[in-house]
Nanobody, 126 residues
Framework: QVQLVESGGGLVQAGGSLRLSCAAS????????MGWFRQAPGNERMFVAA????????SYADSVKGRFTISRDNAKNLVYLHLNKLRPEDTAIYYC???????????????????WGQGTQVTVSS
């Protein structure tokens, strides 16, 4: 099991930027692909971005492609999500997650993830 703690959320105006961080501890972090998901009130938890266990492969939801960037620092057990050109529709709780199986490429399916953080709120005002 891996413990995940997100930080960096907050209130920002449309067009602004934030950097979310996810600190991992527990099982070998650098053997697992990581993902970011988000959930707005009344909606399902949706895929945002994922990064492979090596960091060499990334994928993004169409709605954030070109605006968000996922990265990882395996030496520091950290995963980041850089959010640029934020829009009001990006408002949600953002969750970091670790894939259940090791050495993956980063799934878009939330059910492939076994460990989740508590989430961090991102609010974008218009």
């Amino acid at each position: 099991q891996v413990q995940l703690v997100e930080s960096g959320g907050g209130l920002v105006q449309a067009g602004g930027s934030l950097r979310l961080s996810c600190a991992a501890s527990g099982r070998t972090f650098n053997s697992y692909a990581m993902g970011w998901f988000r959930q707005a009130p009344g909606n399902e938890r949706m895929f945002v971005a994922a990064i492979s266990w090596t960091g060499g492969s990334t994928s993004y939801a169409d709605s954030v492609k070109g605006r968000f960037t996922i990265s990882r620092d395996n030496a520091k057990n950290l995963v980041y999500l850089h959010l640029n050109k934020l829009r009001p529709e990006d408002t949600a709780i953002y969750y970091c997650a670790a894939e259940a199986s090791s050495h993956g490429t980063g799934s878009r399916n939330r059910y492939d993830y076994g460990d989740w953080g508590q989430g961090t709120q991102v609010t974008v005002s218009s």
